[in-house]
């Protein structure tokens, strides 16, 4: 079963460049979200989608974008990447109903040098 | 706005003791729910219990359990029996009941369990 599956595991970016994080799911869940997690910060929410078509700010959206592309796939791009979003990226899934588990990828790795 | 406070950055016990780590958060909500997330070296994050806000039954999964107090705002995690696969960061999380689901997440806690 592969659940939620993200693209880069790793990737190294020079100051200004752009990327787009990929992620997609299998579970055919309703809402999608990218988080970014910092030592002693936990994991903030960058952005989420709570159906297909519909987007919203998290906690910490500057500097990055998303788009639904369909109900699988959600994707985050950095356009002009700065030091400060080097960090471990999830992306994660849930069906959207009160309380449910939410499930996670496996995570990116990115360095902004 | 909801907040997650975990005060424990790091905790260290020996394999088979009792661990409890500590979480509490704020809001002006009602009905919430409160989650436990583990996160191995692996980096997968795997959920180990959930407790809903409205049920006064704290909530146990096995070997671990939570201590669930609504007008304190306090929920700790208890690990009993603890092993070498319990090393781990461990996050405690909040979604409200109503709205959007998004997940709240606390600092962490890394518990390393040693041989």
């Known amino acids: 079963n592969a659940g939620v599956t993200q693209t880069p595991k790793f990737q190294v970016l020079k100051t200004g460049q752009s990327m787009t994080l990929q992620c997609a799911q299998d579970m055919n869940h309703n809402s999608m979200y990218w988080y970014r997690q910092d030592p002693g910060m936990g994991l903030r929410l960058i952005y989420y989608?709570?159906?297909?078509?519909?987007?919203d700010k998290g906690e910490v959206p500057n500097g990055y974008n998303v788009s639904r592309l369909n109900k699988r796939e959600f994707s985050l791009r950095l356009e002009s990447a700065a030091p400060s979003q080097t960090s471990v990226y999830f992306c994660?899934?849930?069906?959207?109903?009160?309380?449910?588990?939410?499930?996670f990828g496996q995570g990116t790795r990115l360095t902004v040098v | 706005a909801q907040t997650v406070t975990q005060s424990q950055p790091e905790m260290s016990v020996q394999e088979a003791e009792t661990v409890t780590l500590s979480c509490t958060y704020d809001t002006s909500e009602n009905n919430y729910y409160l989650f436990w997330y583990k996160q191995p070296p692996s980096r997968q994050m795997i959920l180990v219990i959930r407790?809903?806000?409205?049920?006064?039954q704290n909530a146990t999964e096995n070997r671990f359990s939570v201590n669930f107090q609504k007008a304190a705002k306090s929920f700790s995690l208890k690990i009993s029996d603890s092993q070498l696969g319990d090393t781990a960061m461990y996050f405690c999380a909040f979604m409200k009941r109503q709205g959007a689901q998004k997940l709240v997440f606390g600092q962490g806690t890394r518990l390393t369990i040693n041989p």
């Open positions: 407790q809903e806000a409205y049920k006064q």
């Open positions: 989608s709570a159906s297909e078509g519909t987007t």
């Open positions: 994660a899934s849930s069906p959207g109903l009160a309380g449910t588990e939410a499930f």
